[in-house]
């Protein structure tokens, strides 16, 4: 054996000595998972020990599991949520983090600090706090609840006040008690068997001194008080759980944008400012080129993020009402731990989220590769 050749030889040897130890993890903490999670995708496991001594006894069924998830309408609807927050993700939180990120490296706004410091606050709280949080501004004694019922309370006694001057003055008249269920609309109708004349018999056993308690009772009883029951609509119900995912990540974003934006030789920019440069042309020719890699990069991070959005959701709406709110990941848990305890079913589910979160990825590789920019 030549001299090279034995070179060559210790050289492989040292460098799968040096490799072997992460490779043997990564085969334990990530391949393995995955092929077992094929395997159970397309098995009929149903719990209990796998191997050895009194086993469970299953055995491998082909890709029937894979074939109930998409006949399953809610896998679509999780799907279609997912995606809402891909977009949400990749078209909200990286703009918005992207100019924040400039305003702050251009010193466009005082306290470039502090506004950092507050818009990265939210990524830094607990995700379970941030849903309890949020939870409870959007419940029916939350802040906004208080803020619109009392605006409601406000005009409903101010069209009121111009109907009557207290119980002795009012009149009970068919028209003019119409006129007062007109202010609470159809709802304040409803509360009633024959609106006009039980709301005169109501109105009828007040004193002519309590007027201020008949303006207040008749507020109580007609206004319409908001309730978060409209977000059980299917076509809303996702718009607060996007809300409170640009809010909380979109920090994170400015921080890297910003951290890469402070790379970039200042000198250029100033030559272009000298050179008659606005600040959007700055943005458009010098800083967006050279952060091409980075937003690519938060790209695949928030589209990884985003198919995997379980705990924030759950913890905002408890996956949900009637699942519309439903996502991948919360679909996989309710087949896992709910229920039957599908366990083939929610590994397929899993895969299936694998594969749409590579397609993504690729696909936004590809639209680096064929109009990004090239990073410097």
Same mark, same amino acid.
């Given at each position: 054996?030549?001299?090279?050749?034995?070179?060559?030889?210790?050289?492989?040897?040292?460098?799968?000595?040096?490799?072997?130890? #992460?490779?043997? !993890? =990564?085969?334990?903490?990530?391949?393995? +998972?995955?092929?077992?999670?094929?395997? &159970?995708? @397309?098995? /009929?496991?149903?719990?209990?020990?796998?191997?050895?001594?009194?086993?469970?006894?299953?055995?491998?069924?082909?890709?029937?599991?894979?074939?109930?998830?998409?006949?399953?309408?809610?896998?679509?609807?999780?799907?279609?949520?997912?995606?809402?927050?891909?977009?949400?993700?990749?078209?909200?939180?990286?703009?918005?983090?992207?100019?924040? #990120?400039?305003? !702050? =490296?251009?010193?466009?706004?005082?306290? +470039?600090?502090?506004?950092?410091?507050? &818009?990265? @606050?939210? /990524?830094?709280?607990?995700?379970?706090?941030?849903?309890?949080?949020?939870?409870?501004?959007?419940?029916?004694?939350?802040?906004?609840?208080?803020?619109?019922?009392?605006?409601?309370?406000?005009?409903?006694?101010?069209?009121?006040?111009?109907?009557?001057?207290?119980?002795?003055?009012?009149?009970?008249?068919?028209?003019?008690?119409?006129?007062?269920?007109?202010?609470?609309?159809?709802?304040?109708?409803?509360?009633?068997?024959?609106?006009?004349?039980?709301?005169?018999?109501?109105?009828?056993?007040?004193?002519?001194?309590?007027?201020?308690?008949?303006?207040?009772?008749?507020?109580?009883?007609?206004?319409?008080?908001?309730?978060?029951?409209?977000?059980?609509?299917?076509?809303?119900?996702?718009?607060?759980?996007?809300?409170?995912?640009?809010?909380?990540?979109?920090?994170?974003?400015?921080?890297?944008?910003?951290?890469?934006?402070?790379?970039?030789?200042?000198?250029?920019?100033?030559?272009?400012?000298?050179?008659?440069?606005?600040?959007?042309?700055?943005?458009?020719?010098?800083?967006?080129?050279?952060?091409?890699?980075?937003?690519?990069?938060?790209?695949?991070?928030?589209?990884?993020?985003?198919?995997?959005?379980?705990?924030?959701?759950?913890?905002?709406?408890?996956?949900?009402?009637?699942?519309?709110?439903?996502?991948?990941?919360?679909?996989?848990?309710?087949?896992?731990?709910?229920?039957?305890?599908?366990?083939?079913?929610?590994?397929?589910?899993?895969?299936?989220?694998?594969?749409?979160?590579?397609?993504?990825?690729?696909?936004?590789?590809?639209?680096?590769?064929?109009?990004?920019?090239?990073?410097?």
């Amino acid at each position: 054996m030549t001299h090279a050749k034995r070179i060559d030889r210790e050289a492989g040897r040292a460098y799968w000595m040096m490799i072997l130890p #992460a490779f043997l !993890i =990564y085969l334990a903490v990530m391949a393995f +998972p995955i092929v077992l999670s094929f395997i &159970l995708s @397309v098995s /009929n496991y149903s719990g209990g020990k796998m191997f050895g001594e009194n086993a469970e006894k299953w055995s491998l069924v082909g890709f029937a599991q894979y074939l109930r998830v998409v006949k399953d309408p809610w896998f679509w609807n999780a799907l279609k949520n997912n995606l809402y927050i891909v977009g949400i993700s990749v078209f909200g939180q990286l703009p918005l983090g992207f100019v924040f #990120a400039y305003i !702050i =490296y251009r010193r466009l706004v005082k306290a +470039p600090g502090f506004w950092q410091g507050v &818009l990265y @606050v939210p /990524n830094i709280i607990s995700i379970i706090v941030v849903g309890l949080l949020w939870q409870s501004i959007f419940s029916p004694n939350g802040p906004i609840a208080q803020v619109v019922n009392d605006l409601a309370r406000g005009e409903f006694q101010g069209k009121l006040s111009g109907l009557m001057d207290g119980v002795g003055h009012l009149d009970l008249s068919d028209g003019a008690l119409s006129r007062i269920l007109d202010l609470g609309g159809q709802a304040a109708r409803d509360m009633f068997t024959d609106p006009v004349p039980e709301l005169r018999d109501l109105l009828s056993s007040y004193g002519a001194e309590e007027g201020a308690m008949v303006a207040n009772d008749l507020t109580n009883l007609l206004v319409n008080r908001w309730t978060p029951e409209f977000l059980n609509v299917k076509e809303v119900a996702m718009l607060p759980i996007l809300f409170v995912i640009l809010w909380m990540y979109t920090g994170m974003y400015l921080i890297l944008f910003l951290a890469n934006m402070q790379k970039i030789d200042a000198q250029i920019i100033e030559s272009a400012r000298i050179d008659g440069a606005n600040e959007m042309q700055v943005m458009r020719h010098i800083i967006i080129p050279a952060l091409t890699g980075t937003i690519v990069n938060s790209a695949i991070l928030a589209i990884s993020g985003s198919l995997s959005s379980f705990a924030l959701i759950f913890a905002l709406t408890g996956g949900g009402p009637g699942r519309i709110t439903e996502i991948l990941s919360i679909y996989m848990y309710r087949s896992a731990m709910s229920g039957s305890r599908d366990y083939p079913l929610a590994n397929a589910i899993a895969l299936i989220m694998v594969v749409i979160s590579i397609l993504l990825i690729v696909l936004t590789k590809a639209i680096e590769k064929r109009w990004g920019g090239k990073e410097e």
